[in-house]
C-alpha cells in the first residue's frame, strides 16, 4: 500500500458548490447584531471581501484587530458568520475560566473539525477519550517512556535510511508524520501493529484526510452541511480497515485503558478501532506540526545546536534515558517553546451566549477565540516579539529560579498563560500537552545527540488557509549521522 502524501489540493466539486451557496445565502442571511465592534466591513460586498482576506491569510487581519484595541473584542466576518476575538490578559482569563457549558472547548472542536460529519455524532457526543488522554495516559507517560524513546530511535533509523557520512534530502512534513505516527502508536497500539505500514498508512491517511475536508466542510453554511457532510466524511473508509480483534494484549497502551474508561457499548473492536483512530488523528497532526516547525527553527538557527547538544549529553550521562531526564533539558524546552510561540490557540463556542465583566456579549452558539499570535509577539509580553530566542525561556527560568520565585513553572512548555496559548489556558487547556511534550522534547534529544542538521535555502513558505497555518510538503532540509 503507497503512503498517503500530506498537502493534497481541494476537489473544484465542492468550491463550486461552496459557491453556490453562497450566493443562495446572500438572500436568506439576517443581520448580525451591531456589537461588539468589526474589522473592515461597511457593506456586504465588503463583508464577502473580508471572509475571503480571513481564508487567504488570517493573520493579517486578527494583527489589526489587536493593533486597534489590545484589550477589545472584535467580530470577523467568515462566509457564513461572525467568529469574536478577544484580546488582552483580563479577557483571555475571563475565557479560560468559564465553564464547559458557558464557553465550550469540546463545541469549539467539533466546529472546528466538523466532528459530527468527519468522525460520528458517538465521538461528539461522548468525547470519553480526552478524560483517558488527559488522566490515565498521562499517569504511565514515565512507565511508558522506555517504550516511547526505543521507538523513536527506531522510527528515526527507519524512515532517513542514512549511510555514512552522506548528507540527505529529508522532506520535513511527511517525514515528520511517519516518525510521529510510530512513536505515537508504541504508546497506543504496542508493538508489532505500530510498527505495520498499512495500520499507520491508514492513521496517516485518515489524519490528513479529516484536516482537510473538514475546512472545505466550514466553507458551506450550517443548513446545508447535514447534506455535504456525509459524502465528504473519511469515517466509511476508516471503516474498511477495522483492525480486527487480534490486536496484541498490551496491559499498558491506550487501548487497555480506553476499554476501562469505555462503556459497555463502546468496548466493541469496531468502536475501539475507531476511538484510537481518533485520537491518533490528534496526536500526529498536533506532534507533526510542532516537530516540523522545531526542524525548520533548528536549521534556521544553528547557533543554537551546539549549547543544546551538550545539555543533553550531560543530562543523560547524570540521569539516563529517562522522562524524568527531559525535566532537566531547560534549553530543549525552551527552544520547542519558543518555536511553538508563533502558533495560536483554541477556540471554543458559546453555547448559551457569553458575557464579559465590561458588559460585552458574545451571542449564542458563537465562536469566539483569543488572538493567540498576535498576543506571542506583543512587546508589551515579550522582548524583541519578532526575533527568534530559542533560550528565551531558558533565561526566564533562571532569573526566577534565583529569586526563588514559583512562577518559575510557568515558563515550561507545558505551562499555558495568557500570553502563550499555544496549548490553549485555564479551563480549556489541551488534555494531552503532556503528551506531546514528552514526545517532542525526546525527539528533539535524540536528533541532536545523532545526527547533523542543516539547510541551504533557509525556512520554507507557509501556506494559510483561515486560521490553519502549515508547511509545503515538500520542503526539506539536509541531515546525516553526527560526525
Not at 460586498?45 to 486578527?62: E, P
Request: charge should be neutral; hydrophobic fraction near 40%.
Amino acid at each position: 500500500m503507497s503512503s498517503p502524501t500530506p498537502g493534497t489540493s481541494i476537489p473544484p466539486l465542492y468550491i463550486l458548490l461552496a459557491g453556490g451557496t453562497t450566493v443562495l445565502w446572500l438572500w436568506t442571511r439576517k443581520p448580525a447584531d451591531p456589537v461588539p465592534p468589526l474589522v473592515e466591513v461597511d457593506g456586504l460586498w465588503s463583508y464577502y471581501a473580508t471572509a475571503y482576506r480571513f481564508i487567504k491569510n488570517s493573520s493579517d487581519l486578527i494583527l489589526q484587530a489587536y493593533v486597534r484595541d489590545r484589550h477589545g473584542v472584535f467580530r470577523i466576518p467568515r462566509l457564513f458568520r461572525w467568529d469574536y476575538l478577544a484580546n488582552g490578559a483580563d479577557r483571555v482569563a475571563e475565557v479560560a475560566a468559564a465553564r464547559e457549558d458557558v464557553l465550550s472547548f469540546m463545541h469549539g472542536v467539533d466546529e472546528t473539525l466538523q466532528v459530527s460529519y468527519m468522525m460520528g455524532s458517538e465521538i461528539r457526543d461522548n468525547p470519553y477519550h480526552h478524560h483517558t488522554v488527559q488522566t490515565t495516559l498521562t499517569r504511565n507517560l514515565a512507565r511508558c517512556f522506555p517504550q516511547v524513546k526505543d521507538e523513536i530511535v527506531c522510527a528515526f533509523d527507519d524512515v532517513l535510511s542514512l549511510k555514512d557520512e552522506e548528507w540527505k534530502p529529508f522532506a520535513v512534513l511527511p517525514g515528520a508524520m511517519k516518525v510521529v505516527a510510530r512513536t505515537t502508536n508504541r504508546l497506543f497500539v504496542g508493538l508489532p501493529l505500530c510498527r505495520n505500514q498499512e495500520y499507520l498508512n491508514i492513521s496517516i491517511r485518515y489524519t490528513i484526510a479529516v484536516f482537510k475536508r473538514c475546512h472545505i466542510l466550514s466553507l458551506f453554511p450550517h443548513w446545508i452541511r447535514p447534506v455535504i457532510g456525509p459524502l465528504m466524511s473519511p469515517k466509511k473508509e476508516a471503516d474498511r480497515h477495522k483492525l480486527g480483534p487480534d490486536w496484541p494484549d498490551k496491559p499498558n497502551d491506550l487501548i487497555s485503558w480506553l476499554m476501562q474508561d469505555a462503556a459497555p457499548a463502546d468496548k466493541t473492536v469496531p468502536a475501539l478501532a475507531h476511538r484510537v483512530l481518533i485520537v491518533n488523528m490528534a496526536a500526529i497532526h498536533t506532534s507533526t506540526m510542532a516537530l516540523v516547525n522545531v526542524l525548520f527553527d533548528l536549521t534556521t538557527y544553528p547557533s543554537h545546536i551546539q549549547p543544546m547538544r551538550e545539555e543533553v549529553e550531560r543530562v543523560i550521562m547524570q540521569e539516563g534515558w529517562t522522562k524524568a531526564a527531559l525535566n532537566s533539558m531547560h534549553l530543549v524546552d525552551s527552544f520547542i517553546r519558543e518555536s511553538q510561540r508563533l502558533n495560536g490557540s483554541s477556540p471554543v463556542v458559546a453555547k448559551d451566549g457569553f458575557r464579559f465583566s465590561d458588559g460585552t456579549f458574545i451571542p449564542f452558539g458563537s465562536y469566539l477565540a483569543t488572538s493567540g499570535r498576535a498576543v506571542q509577539h506583543d512587546a508589551e509580553n515579550y522582548e524583541r516579539p519578532e526575533t527568534f530566542d530559542g533560550f528565551r525561556f531558558a533565561r526566564m527560568r533562571e532569573e526566577l529560579e534565583q529569586n526563588a520565585d514559583h512562577a518559575v513553572f510557568k515558563n515550561h512548555m507545558i505551562s499555558t498563560s495568557p500570553t502563550h496559548l499555544v496549548f490553549g489556558y485555564g479551563r480549556h487547556a489541551c488534555p494531552g500537552r503532556f503528551f506531546a511534550a514528552t514526545e517532542l522534547k525526546a525527539m528533539l534529544a535524540h536528533i541532536l545527540i545523532t545526527y547533523d542538521v542543516k539547510s541551504d535555502e533557509g525556512r520554507p513558505v507557509e501556506y494559510s488557509f483561515g486560521r490553519v497555518r502549515t508547511a509545503s510538503p515538500t520542503a526539506t532540509i539536509l541531515i546525516r549521522k553526527r560526525q
